[in-house]
């Protein structure tokens, strides 16, 4: 792959770039949310609601705007991250002061399992 030139894929899914974006913004709007990660308003409000709907978030009205908070002790749907909590997940992509987390390494097994 050539250099600056960004990959087609995506490494996390529209729902955890969602959910990142209520958890730096609680009062974001879905058409902030929806330019921010790349997709249509109404993709936004639909990811909004599967969310809320699976307890990932909860949504207070506020005058005409809604204000989120993150579930954060929720579970993470995926298989591999059962046993981690929504909370892990945002501590890994972002931190409270705004900076980039340093980046941590994993150990493989010689038989190529991880972390045993």
Known sequence: MAENV??????????????????HDPGVRLR???????????AAHR???ELAGGGYITRERNGRRNR???QSGAPLPDH???????AALLAV???ANGRTPAPT???VAPSGNVGQ
């Open 6 to 23: 960004p990959p087609r894929w995506k490494l996390l899914t529209n729902h955890a770039q969602v959910l990142v974006c209520i958890a």
């Open 32 to 42: 902030e949310i929806s330019e921010r990660v790349g997709i249509t308003e109404r």
């Open 47 to 49: 990811i909004v609601d």
């Open 68 to 70: 989120y908070t993150v």
């Open 80 to 86: 591999i991250g059962r046993v981690e909590r929504v």
């Open 93 to 95: 992509l972002s931190n």
């Open 105 to 107: 390494a994993v150990p």
